[in-house]
């Protein structure tokens, strides 16, 4: 999907093969040893075509190669979650500037590492929707509650499942714009077969949105979605309170996350494996109780950061110059 997203935007793209290390068995660990080797190579190679006066990383174990190919390259990291992940805290030694999202996430960093609070960085067409002009874009009842659910660009099958279950009962309530993921897509047209004619409408189902994202978050009044870094970012923005769902096999990241978000006013925490029970409760308590939705998403946009992009690009561009500098 990364490839795609970097195509579309126009930006040019060169595959490096990696594969992790962490919780991986012992029979897959000399197979994928040997790609980050492979990697390696083929990263030495684009930065050598390439020539960058300053390299970026936001993480994932195909970093770790590209990080070790660009020997003597000022190299910046900004991390999307508030803890950072092994590939991270590896390429973190070897950066000269690590940029976090929130002040939280300097306990994860040594005391003499240079770090920049950034805040978390979205999209900007992100914005162009209003709250009317994002109902009117997804065919929306511009008076009715709407939720907007949805576990990332893949989708989340306990979440698609566990609200599936309680699809009636909850459209009875309120609209749903439910983003599934390809995975689980074809099983839409069964869902919606099964709803009354007068509870169909109110059943807004994609298997994914681009640039009509900015369009749902802007009409929801509410988030059902797991917890994964851009929550950090996009709920703030749209001043949006959520129910989060930390995916249970992502190590920590999204559980801390979570915790984050609640900490602060702006989010509720569900476990995923008793989602199924939990969640029509807890939807129906936040829609039945305004005042605490109301303050859940004043708290979330007391968090939003919307020059982020610009300074993480004003960071990044300070190094490569000071490169440039050097070289006179």
């Known amino acids: 999907m990364e490839v795609s997203l970097v195509r579309r935007a126009g930006i040019p793209f060169a595959a490096v093969p990696a594969a992790g290390l962490h919780g991986v068995g012992w029979r897959a660990l000399p197979g994928n040893l040997m790609r980050l080797l492979r990697g390696f190579f083929a990263a030495r190679s684009e930065v050598r075509r390439f020539r960058p006066d300053a390299m970026f990383f936001t993480g994932g174990y195909v970093a770790v190669p590209v990080a070790l190919a660009g020997v003597g390259v000022p190299k910046a990291i900004f991390v999307p979650d508030i803890e950072p992940g092994l590939a991270v805290r590896f390429i973190s030694r070897l950066a000269s500037l690590v940029m976090v999202p929130s002040e939280r996430s300097r306990a994860f960093?040594?005391?003499?590492?240079?770090?920049?609070?950034?805040?978390?960085?979205?999209?900007?067409?992100?914005?162009?929707?209003?709250?009317?002009?994002?109902?009117?874009?997804?065919?929306?009842?511009?008076?009715?509650?709407?939720?907007?659910?949805?576990?990332?660009?893949?989708?989340?099958?306990?979440?698609?499942?566990?609200?599936?279950?309680?699809?009636?009962?909850?459209?009875?309530r309120c609209q749903i714009v439910h983003i599934t993921g390809e995975l689980d897509w074809p099983v839409v047209d069964q869902v919606r077969g099964e709803l009354s004619a007068e509870l169909a409408p109110a059943y807004r189902a994609f298997a994914y949105l681009h640039d009509e994202m900015g369009a749902a978050l802007a009409a929801a009044d509410l988030a059902v979605a797991r917890a994964g870094a851009s929550t950090m970012g996009e709920f703030p923005l749209f001043g949006l309170p959520a129910i989060l769902v930390p995916y249970p096999h992502a190590w920590r990241y999204q559980k801390v996350n979570a915790e984050y978000l609640v900490s602060q006013g702006a989010a509720i925490d569900l476990v995923d494996e008793t989602l199924d029970q939990t969640l029509l409760p807890t939807v129906l308590s936040l829609l039945d109780d305004r005042k605490r939705l109301q303050a859940m998403a004043v708290a979330a946009r007391q968090l939003a950061v919307p020059d982020a992009a610009a300074s993480i690009a004003a960071e990044l561009l300070a190094l490569a110059q000071e490169k440039d500098g050097l070289h006179g």
């Open 109 to 172: 960093y040594p005391k003499n590492k240079e770090i920049v609070v950034t805040g978390y960085p979205v999209r900007s067409e992100l914005r162009e929707h209003s709250r009317e002009g994002g109902r009117a874009v997804l065919g929306l009842d511009p008076d009715r509650t709407v939720v907007l659910v949805f576990g990332g660009s893949r989708g989340a099958r306990s979440i698609n499942q566990a609200l599936w279950k309680i699809l009636p009962a909850l459209l009875e």
